[in-house]
């Protein structure tokens, strides 16, 4: 490793967000975002990192800030 | 992916490689034609396994998918997918080829085209399986 280099992982909310907002399933929010239901699966379990715009229409959806649902983590 | 995908790719690919010996032994050792009847067992073999390596998976219709209708992430997994799967099928012609500068007796037929073809078309999805990506 590195000296120096912190690692830092990008982590989510959006299975608690999805349940908050009337358990909405992962295929119904593929749906809105015009994604995979296999790409929501994905993010949920931190094995892809979306794209600022895939980000930015999740929280539209839950209408928040996407901070609220994408955060950093340092490992 | 699921391990028994990995197993029809396998199974597969190595049927793939019992229908070119037989028809390549067949051929160069001037056998009987009556021989390529044997094809038909790695042949079943080949269609079966084809079945359950690419159809049911729905492997074949992701990697020919227009790209337009891809997400971002499924667009990373076929670009990683036939990015390797280019040096792989490069990696066979180029080793072809030099197998055919030495030999004299050079086996390029319609048979090489149809494999070379088969190969390049199923590597993007076969290499979808062993990276273990869902699609």
Redesign the interface.
């Known amino acids: 490793m590195t000296k120096g280099v912190i690692l830092i992982n990008l982590k989510n909310k959006l299975k608690q967000f999805r349940f908050m907002n009337g358990e909405l399933t992962q295929q119904e929010l593929a749906e809105k975002v015009?994604?995979?239901r296999?790409?929501i699966?994905?993010i949920e379990k931190g094995k892809?990192n979306?794209?600022m715009r895939?980000a930015l229409l999740i929280a539209r959806v839950f209408k928040v800030n996407v901070e609220e649902i994408f955060y950093l983590e340092e490992k | 992916m699921k391990k028994k995908n990995i197993t029809a790719v396998v199974i597969n690919y190595i049927s793939l490689i019992f229908v070119l010996i037989i028809f390549y032994v067949v051929k160069l050792l001037d056998c009987s034609k009556f021989y390529l009847f044997l094809e038909i067992i790695p042949l079943v073999v080949m269609r079966i396994s084809f079945n359950f390596a690419y159809h049911k998976s729905g492997l074949w219709k992701f990697i020919h998918k227009s790209q337009k209708t891809l997400d971002e992430r499924e667009s990373q997994i076929l670009y990683r997918s036939i990015r390797m799967s280019y040096n792989i099928f490069v990696s066979l012609c180029l080793m072809l080829i030099l197998i055919f500068a030495v030999i004299e007796k050079s086996p390029i037929d319609v048979v090489t085209v149809i494999w070379l073809g088969y190969i390049s078309h199923t590597l993007p999805a076969a290499v979808i399986v062993f990276g273990g990506e869902e699609i």
Request: net charge neutral.
């Open positions: 015009s994604v995979s296999q790409t699966i994905a892809f979306p794209s895939l």
